[in-house]
């Protein structure tokens, strides 16, 4: 059966069970946060907290950090996770439905949206707003997308996925938004195999356990470190580092 969760993701509670599960993908968590480890500061906005799985390493390395997450089963599973943290405020909210003045005003030297850009539907839009609300002087905007719009399947229908993307496309979105791009690359090749095979030949809506078992013990040991010495010409995710350009006041 075919569902489209794009303009309900944040009323059930599937994504939730599915980040649950994403979970247990330790080093592959391990491996998108280092991605983004150099550019990470002291004061961060995480556009789309989950359950908490990055906000807790965030909160223990900045002094400040601001989670915005609307879907209510992933809030009441983050308030337990990080809700307790004095260097951590929620906004359970969408980020349209946030004081844009408020967030400006918290001078945040990171923008983090880690899987999340895809879930909104004017994404332009959404990257104007980053770029708006980074400081203006040495903020970054770091962004981690799924890539490829061939490998288009049930799964991404049911997390709510609007799109995949293109090294293009989302360079274009980000010239269009007023960010100045540092790092634009692929990850995750190997993923990127497994997630068509699932998209064409299984016809699979949920990621499962046994199959997060199998890439962190057969395919992460090995193919996340390659990447380090072998750029990957494409693969299952974009990762993006930019700056706003423009010049503080």
């Known amino acids: 059966m075919h569902i489209d969760r794009r303009y309900i ?11 649950e599960t994403m979970r247990e993908a330790r080093r592959y968590q391990a491996h998108v946060f280092s991605l983004f480890r150099p550019y ?3 004061r961060v906005l995480e556009v789309g907290s989950g359950i908490g799985t990055t906000t807790r390493t965030l909160v223990d390395l900045a002094e400040r950090v601001v989670g915005i997450e609307p879907n209510r089963a992933s809030v009441a599973r983050l308030r337990h996770a990080v809700g307790h943290h004095p260097a951590f405020l929620l906004h359970d909210c969408h980020l349209e439905e946030c004081d844009r003045r408020e967030l400006i005003a918290e001078r945040f030297d990171t923008v983090l949206c880690v899987n999340v850009l895809e879930h909104i539907e004017d994404d332009t839009e959404a990257l104007r707003v980053f770029a708006e609300i980074a400081a203006p002087a040495h903020g970054h905007v770091l962004i981690f997308v799924p890539a490829v719009q061939a490998a288009y399947g049930r799964l991404d229908a049911a997390l709510g996925h609007h799109r995949r993307y ?10 269009a938004a007023g960010l100045g791009l540092q790092v634009l690359k692929y990850t995750n090749p190997v ?4 997630w068509m095979f699932k998209a064409y030949v ?3 809506a949920a990621h499962s356990s046994r199959e997060i078992a199998l890439f962190e013990t057969l395919v992460a040991p090995w193919a996340l470190p390659l990447e380090r010495l072998v750029p990957a010409p494409v693969g299952l995710s974009l990762v993006a580092v930019a700056r706003p350009r423009r010049h503080p006041a």
Do not use: E, N, P, Y
């Open 40 to 42: 990470i500061g002291t």
């Open 9 to 19: 993701q944040t009323q059930v509670r599937f994504a939730t069970d599915d980040l």
């Open 191 to 194: 993923g990127l195999l497994a």
């Open 166 to 175: 293109s090294r293009r496309a989302l360079a274009r979105k980000f010239d």
């Open 202 to 204: 299984m016809r699979s």
